[in-house]
């Protein structure tokens, strides 16, 4: 039989659900702070887009697709990230599958630590080259 739980212990940890909520922040620029030694992140759009691990997150590819789709009408992006209590300067790039996967790691700890912070991720559409007419 197991003892009673400690009155000031912790739930257990949920597992991690099939829909993964990230709140992704776009069309915005990051610009230097008119009052600190920072950079910010301003102006742009802010929208949560639910994931599904087993599809959806499951490759970089099929990440970039739904994101290119939902965010910025099927154009072409740079994907990166900011950790909780890092600056804009640190941005960490998702680029391959493992990537993905560490990004998700990531979220997942930081999720079951009850801390009130999150990953951002930052999608930057990718520069088209201009063509001269001659």
Not at 56 to 76: Q, V
């Amino acid at each position: 039989m197991d003892p009673p739980p400690h009155p000031h212990s912790l739930p257990p940890l949920p597992l991690p659900t099939s829909k993964l909520p990230l709140m992704c922040s776009y069309n915005g620029h990051i610009t230097p702070c008119p009052h600190s030694n920072t950079l910010c992140y301003s102006v742009g759009e802010t929208r949560i887009v639910a994931v599904d691990r087993r599809t959806t997150a499951s490759t970089i590819s099929a990440f970039t697709h739904h994101l290119s789709h939902t965010l910025y009408n099927n154009h072409p992006f740079h994907l990166k990230y900011q950790l909780p209590n890092e600056d804009l300067d640190s941005l960490v790039s998702v680029t391959t599958d493992e990537d993905l996967f560490n990004m998700l790691d990531e979220h997942d700890r930081i999720l079951s630590s009850h801390a009130p912070s999150r990953i951002v991720p930052l999608p930057y559409p990718t520069r088209i080259p201009r063509v001269a007419v001659a």
